[in-house]
């Protein structure tokens, strides 16, 4: 909850707007059930990197890759948030309902981002590396906040990155500069795969279950 509600956002170049869903009282009600109820213990996990949180998914709810249909049906925390559902969450509970459900999934994981914290531009969704200054000026604070979720208990050996693209390079090279993991272990982004590949839903269902486990040690 501290580093959630702790979390500081760079000076950003004009025109782009931060989006902290913790500033949210509400929020902070819905992440502090969420947390208590899957992560009250010192075990590690592995972490799991997304892009920043989206206007309807963790921007919303606080929660990584959780809308609100997905909090109260899957996680079992009620709210009072509109039931619209998010395409990259849609996806990742499906995973995590065929890999075992959520109280087993993340007491091994831990969903996050590579920035924790949203941006938008002219009121629309926009990712840390979509824009170079934008990049460039919270590469900072992506390094810290990826060394403080390690220091709250990531697993140094692997982590995966969501998006084989963009995303994953930018990690991968932020990785060889701090050498935070051993391996990082790309996987297609869930909107991606939701967008243009959802024919191919089961395989990458699988994909998933492969390389989570391989990130796991099992």
Not at 107 to 125: D, E, M, V
């Amino acid at each position: 909850m501290r580093f959630y509600t702790e979390l500081e956002c760079p000076r950003l170049p004009a025109g782009v707007e931060m989006m902290n869903p913790y500033a949210d009282a509400s929020v902070r009600k819905y992440l502090r059930a969420f947390t208590d109820k899957y992560f009250s213990d010192d075990s590690e996990r592995v972490l799991v990197f997304g892009i920043n949180p989206g206007r309807f998914g963790a921007g919303i709810t606080g929660v990584t890759f959780t809308d609100p249909v997905a909090l109260a049906d899957f996680c079992g925390i009620a709210n009072t948030m509109p039931r619209r559902r998010e395409l990259s969450s849609v996806f990742i509970y499906d995973f995590i309902n065929r890999y075992g459900g959520p109280a087993s999934f993340y007491r091994r994981f831990f969903l996050t981002a590579i920035s924790p914290l949203g941006f938008t531009r002219g009121g629309l969704n926009m990712n840390y590396y979509d824009d170079r200054q934008l990049a460039d000026a919270v590469t900072p604070f992506i390094t810290r906040a990826t060394e403080r979720q390690i220091a709250l208990g990531g697993k140094r050996d692997r982590a995966i990155v969501l998006g084989t693209g963009e995303n994953a390079r930018f990690f991968e090279k932020l990785n060889e500069q701090h050498g935070f993991f051993r391996e990082i272990l790309p996987l297609e982004h869930p909107r991606f795969i939701m967008q243009y590949r959802r024919k191919r839903l089961d395989e990458y269902v699988a994909k998933y279950a492969e390389v989570f486990a391989r990130a796991d040690g099992r």
